[in-house]
């Protein structure tokens, strides 16, 4: 079985025992109805009903059940709220410390150096890092989407792994964020406490009847407490026996969905690390430890948040660590990854095509974009590369599958070399300056600021005025090296700042803000480096503030036809050559909207590709796929990948929430 395969078959497991965990709360509505039984069959017999009658009542059924969602949603509603429904207020529930500013500590840089090259290399966000101070190896990442997400360690885990094995930690928890298991294990950990909330409302019941049958008398006279507490008892063991039941199966299904989002991280982890060995030896090395549980409260509801099991627990929510281990070492899994001799694997096929100009390579190699020699005989279709290559059977390895390999965010290990030559490229004082709050609000202000232009002192003198003078301190320090990086720089830095803005407060934030927009004006223009940065502060930094749109009601591919029309259109010509109509014809043809037509140059301007993005942005989930299925073919039509074509690529990925490896 290949990848491919696992995750779907991990997909659609999920999918059943989330059904089935929906099911097991029909059967707890189902079980208090069978206690209302007592009641319902002697008033029915009074009643002089007969048959079905005698113990079937449809409004008290519906009552009944009407109260039970009710418990579940209040306790499922004062869980959200008590972990906030951010990656953030999770880690912090948790008892992480974000790992801020500097670090001397060679064993918090190696972690923060494998996250950045991991999020580079895979297209997504660099996420903040929060440390555990517990001497257990572990991590865990939370967050509702990838621009929410925090990935969080253990200080045992930095210390005892390493370089190798932290990798595969790592990239088997940006698997958890990329295939948005964050979302449902928060989702899943919300509605489990809400079940339990009917055994806690028992459980306080039995304690209200006990002190209600030993509070001493107020007087002689005769009173009805035994009576009362004999009500209170009934009602609670009914409320403890079948809130137990219903929570001993939410946390069954809970523990089942989360070993099978465990199988496909792993898989997943393989595939960003092409190192089976990192993630495996990983395994062994807790394997071979005693266990030491994590010693926050929280743990015991967010257990299935983590790399392995974090408390003692008689229903795992992770699989064995043997079994995990043989799934990845058993020879099929790994052959699918680093190949064999004796024939090309889809994965060996993979990396010849990023060795000759995919879209990963088009970033992640040189910053360069590339060509191949004989490009120009061959668009808008593939490069010729791409359809030679075959899998292990012999089979030519087709389109679909260059767009399978894509999409399912393979990253091969030249693509980690190639973050890690990029990241040496920009200076050390630049990168010490990125993880500082006040220093960093100058970086990207010099960022949006033109060499070219001559509006360099009027920036720095509006940065005096809003930010003060260590913010100015800092421009000074670094505008000479930071003005001569070349874009596809300047967007790694971009990525490696963002995390240190959410540092700031609102009201510090707010006035970045101010003073960014303005030094964007300053020269009158919008470029489309200014253009994305906004985008990506607004869906990374602003969201986490309340400024986000409303849901919009859902639409099909077809309704969004025109928008998409616009989108594919700029993609296209921003590849600089003469073959944008075929381009375009290439992705209108993935997503299944033959037909349209191509845009002109005037009808991609920036003002017009915002609105469209708007407009797609209630893209029903379905058709995401078909989405950047479409914008790999327009980007890789020519098999050429300029600045201007990937600038759009990293907007459309953070505006739309889709996850493009290429980046």
Known sequence: ???????????????WLVVLFLLSIACVALSFYGLALFVIIPQAQDRGAKGVEIWWNPQIFMEITGA???????????????????????????????????????DEQKLRDVVDEMAIASGMPVPPIYILQEDSINAFAAGKNPQDAVLGF????????????????TGHEF??????????????????????????IGRVMLQVAGRIATAPRMSSKKDDRGGAALAFVAVGLGLLVVGGIGAFFGRLLQAAVSRQREFLADASAVQYSRNPAGI????????????????????????????????????????????????????????????????????????????SGSLAAGFVGDGAPRASSDSSNNPPEFHPSFLAATHADGRPLTRDDVFQATLSKIVPQESLDGARMLLKKIPDAVQIAAREPLDVQAILLLLVTNPENENRDQVRALALKQLGESVVACWDRLASSMLELPDEIRLIVLDLCVPTLTQLTKQQYV???????AAMRSDSQIDLFEWMTRIV??????TRFGAMSQKKPTRSMQECAQEMRIVLGTLARAGGSGHGARAFDLGAAACELNGLAFPSAAECALDALHISLEGLDALAP?????????????????NVYTTQELLLLRAFAYRLDIHLPLL
């Open 68 to 106: 039970v969602c009710l418990i579940i949603f209040l306790g499922a509603g004062v869980q959200r709220l008590r972990l906030g429904g951010t990656g953030k207020s999770v880690a912090e529930a948790l008892g992480g410390q974000p790992l801020q500013g500097a670090t001397d500590n060679p």
């Open 1 to 15: 079985m290949n990848f491919f395969e696992q995750q779907d078959q991990a997909r659609r497991r999920t999918t």
């Open 154 to 169: 253990t200080r045992g885990a930095i210390t005892q792994l390493n370089r190798d094995e932290l990798q595969g930690v």
């Open 537 to 542: 502060l607004t869906r990374r930094i602003e």
């Open 622 to 638: 379905s058709d995401r796929q078909l989405l950047a299925k479409a914008l790999v073919c327009v980007a890789a039509a020519d």
């Open 175 to 200: 698997s958890h964020v990329a295939h948005k298991d964050t979302r449902l294990n928060l989702r899943i950990a919300c509605v489990v406490a809400g079940v339990m909330l009917i055994a806690l």
């Open 511 to 517: 006035a970045f803000r101010t003073t960014l927009t």
């Open 280 to 355: 495996s030896s990983a395994l062994r090395k807790i394997g071979g430890l005693p266990f030491t549980p994590i010693q926050s409260p929280a743990a015991s509801g967010l257990n299935h948040f983590f790399f392995s099991k974090s408390i003692h627990s008689w229903l795992s929510t992770h699989p064995p660590l043997p079994e995990r281990i043989q799934r990845i070492e058993r020879g099929g899994f790994i052959s699918d990854v680093v190949g064999q001799s004796s024939g090309a694997t889809p994965m060996d096929s993979i990396g010849a095509i990023s060795n």
